[in-house]
């Protein structure tokens, strides 16, 4: 597929910077950049070049590439004008660009879009790459790398390929049992293949979660009576005063949260009103929301300074008990609490920190595996063990209805690639990313 617009995108970041990136797409793209810097040097070599307007005007001086179609990110003619990243000299490249005939601005995601267009990738390697650009930890930052790099697309394409061929040879079985060439015992064999593919892809389905947190982070909730210390353990970890600390009891109202990055894991931390009873209908609301934002938590800090009781909240995350403010009442109940920390001298941080990065790496450990990173690879992949599961329920001399429910499954794998007609997931996917991506 081509298209005959020739779109342009700033492809770096936030002016002004060092170097700011122009990148070109189209079947113009060699023109406008002979009208933009006068001569081209040869594909894929990058050579300082005056680049002016059409009327002589001097724009800047900046390096000019050109990778010539298919031999390119989107399959199309590409090329890239590095310059100065000023706004003023950015501004006057786009408005010379805007100006010449067949060009326009490219939309959101539109060169990653025509890369999937040319064939260059799938979609769930687009999808990779938006959450690679997207990545602030390192683990975000290896399993974008691994689904951009192909993983979930060799592994799909090989669940689809193994069903599309069981397929044939049962519709063959079907259609061509009297030949001699035609193995008769094809139908007998497609049971324990298709039995091994569902367990396969329901291993592979329970990644999810992990993957899930990985990309939208682990919520660690810090729950306590008031003035037991939330806030200032909050304040504490994050390195800053993010929250309001006083002696006054319900000055947090409110839920506040930070993001930290604790062992290459993002997680995502909350301080929340103190929990206890008050006819104050303002701290009556705040109540409630620690106590929903406690429901939706992956860990809870339960903290106590030894002498305001432990809150008591309904979660299926599992707990830590901490033991606050040890500086001040070092005697009191310690040892009835997994951890015993103080934000005055530091006495327990260190550890308490330890042990949540560990509990999140836990939880958000893949290792080497493939896990899927999308709700719609997962609902994709549960209709595929559907049909799957369908195909295991019938009778041996049923072949046809088999081969049928292989086929839903083989169309469901191929609309997580993009293999087959998925256009209407496509401006979904595609407007995620940025300009110029």
């Known amino acids: 597929m081509t298209s005959r617009d020739t779109i342009f995108a700033l492809s770096s970041g936030s002016l002004p910077s060092g170097v700011a990136v122009i990148r070109l797409s189209g079947p113009g793209t060699e023109a406008a950049l002979k009208a933009l810097a006068g001569s081209l040097p040869p ?194 970890l994050a390195g800053r005063e993010a929250a309001i600390v006083t002696d006054i009891p319900g000055t947090t109202r409110d839920v506040i949260q930070v993001t930290l990055d604790l062992g290459g894991y993002r997680v995502h931390l909350s301080d929340t009103a103190g929990i206890r009873h008050s006819e104050d209908a303002v701290e009556q609301l705040g109540v409630a929301k620690a106590r929903e934002r406690a429901g939706q938590a992956d860990l809870l800090l339960l903290l106590s300074d030894g002498l305001t009781p432990m809150p008591e909240v309904t979660s299926a995350a599992p707990a830590i008990s901490v033991r606050t403010k040890i500086d001040a009442r070092p005697q009191i109940g310690g040892s009835a609490f997994d951890h015993a ?24 450990d893949v290792g080497d595996r493939a896990v899927p990173t999308r709700q719609r690879h997962v609902d994709l992949l549960n209709r595929c063990a559907g049909a799957l599961e369908r195909a295991l329920r019938l009778e041996s001399d049923q072949t046809e209805l088999v081969a049928e429910e292989l086929r839903h499954a083989a169309d469901a794998l191929g609309r997580i690639t993009g293999a087959i007609d998925v256009e209407d997931v496509l401006s979904s996917i595609f407007s995620s990313f940025c300009i110029g991506k």
């Open 43 to 236: 594909p894929r070599q990058l050579a300082l070049r005056t680049l002016t307007a059409p009327d002589g005007d001097f724009l800047d001086r900046g390096l000019v590439v050109c990778f010539p179609g298919p031999l390119s990110f989107t399959g199309e003619d590409c090329g890239e004008v590095h310059v100065h990243g000023g706004r003023a000299v950015v501004a006057a490249i786009l408005k010379t660009l805007v100006d010449m005939h067949g060009l326009r601005p490219a939309e959101a995601g539109e060169f990653t879009r025509r890369a999937f267009l040319h064939g260059k990738l799938d979609l769930t390697r687009a999808e990779g790459l938006a959450d690679l650009i997207e990545a602030e930890t390192e683990t975000e930052r290896r399993l974008a790398a691994a689904t951009s790099g192909g993983v979930l697309e060799g592994l799909y394409s090989q669940w689809r390929r193994q069903l599309i061929e069981a397929r044939a040879m049962l519709e063959a079985d079907l259609d061509f049992s009297d030949e001699s060439d035609v193995p008769g015992s094809v139908a007998d064999q497609a049971g324990p293949r298709i039995s091994a593919m569902l367990q396969d892809i329901r291993r592979h389905i329970s990644g999810f979660r992990a993957a899930e947190m990985i990309r939208d982070g682990y919520r660690v909730v810090i729950l306590g009576a008031p003035n037991a210390g939330k806030s200032s353990l909050l304040n504490k």
């Open 341 to 364: 920390i103080s934000v005055v001298n530091g006495r327990g941080i260190e550890a308490l920190v330890e042990e949540i990065s560990k509990r999140a790496a836990l939880t958000m």
